[in-house]
Antibody, heavy 122, light 110 residues
Framework: QVQLVQSGAEVKEPGASVTVSCEASGYTFTVYYIHWVRQAPGQGLEWMGRMSPYSGVTTYAQKFQGAVTMTRDTSISTAYMELRRLTSDDTAVYYC???????????????WGQGTLVTVSS | QIVVTQEPSFSVSPGGTVTLTCALSSGSVSTNSYPSWYQQTPGRAPRTLIYNTSIRSSGVPDRFSGSVVGNKAALTITGAQADDDSDYYCVLFMGRGIWVFGGGTKLTVL
């Protein structure tokens, strides 16, 4: 069965960087996009960007351009999301989610990771 | 900047019908926005309900249905149950690989 398993909770100081991983299993990793979505405490979901594990091509939401980098290691079917220059506003649960390739004309997030809490605090 | 708007809150009686909507700040939502809907309870990852406007995800009860009504995407719950008490989010595909979530609707079943 399809699973996305994320790395554990992180506590970071303001100005630091954090990297969250998302290990995929149960399907061919390179076929589906990996999206990253975050949710600040008590707030809604926010799409951050997506990466094609096949090509490494990324698309980021304008808000996160310059602050986020999404990468992957296909040998271990794992995607990574690095967020830099953290502030308290980046305190959130970060989710990875799988999305079908655009060529299918099916657009949604069909499987989700369990979420990773990142706390930014001095 | 693209803003996707949902009703902040809604309430429905058990057994009742409710329609939640998803609108664009400028322009209309159409099937070409490929609206999808997600249900989330506190402390849990979102659960996929509807995609490509109206297709139910695997295992989703048929009391959940999706459509485009006028210039908005809509999620209708027919015969609401207590465990439908959740937050509901729509997301739109804006093209060029860009997605935008709505602010979410907190649905209370009472």
């Amino acid at each position: 069965q399809v699973q996305l398993v994320q790395s554990g909770a992180e506590v970071k100081e303001p100005g630091a960087s954090v990297t969250v991983s998302c290990e995929a299993s149960g399907y061919t990793f390179t076929v589906y996009y990996i999206h990253w979505v975050r949710q600040a405490p008590g707030q809604g979901l926010e799409w951050m960007g997506r990466m094609s594990p096949y090509s490494g091509v990324t698309t980021y939401a304008q808000k996160f351009q310059g602050a986020v980098t999404m990468t992957r290691d296909t040998s271990i079917s794992t995607a990574y999301m690095e967020l830099r220059r953290l502030t308290s506003d980046d305190t959130a649960v970060y989710y990875c989610a799988r999305g079908p390739p655009d060529s299918t004309r099916v657009f949604y997030f069909d499987y989700w990771g369990q979420g990773t809490l990142v706390t930014v605090s001095s | 900047q693209i803003v996707v708007t949902q009703e902040p809150s809604f309430s429905v009686s058990p057994g009742g019908t409710v329609t939640l909507t998803c609108a664009l700040s400028s322009g209309s939502v159409s099937t070409n926005s490929y609206p999808s809907w997600y249900q989330q309870t506190p402390g849990r990852a979102p659960r996929t309900l509807i995609y490509n406007t109206s297709i139910r995800s695997s295992g989703v009860p048929d009391r959940f249905s999706g459509s485009v009504v006028g210039n908005k995407a809509a999620l209708t719950i027919t015969g609401a149950q207590a465990d439908d008490d959740s937050d509901y989010y729509c997301v739109l595909f804006m093209g060029r690989g860009i997605w935008v979530f709505g602010g979410g609707t907190k649905l209370t079943v009472l």
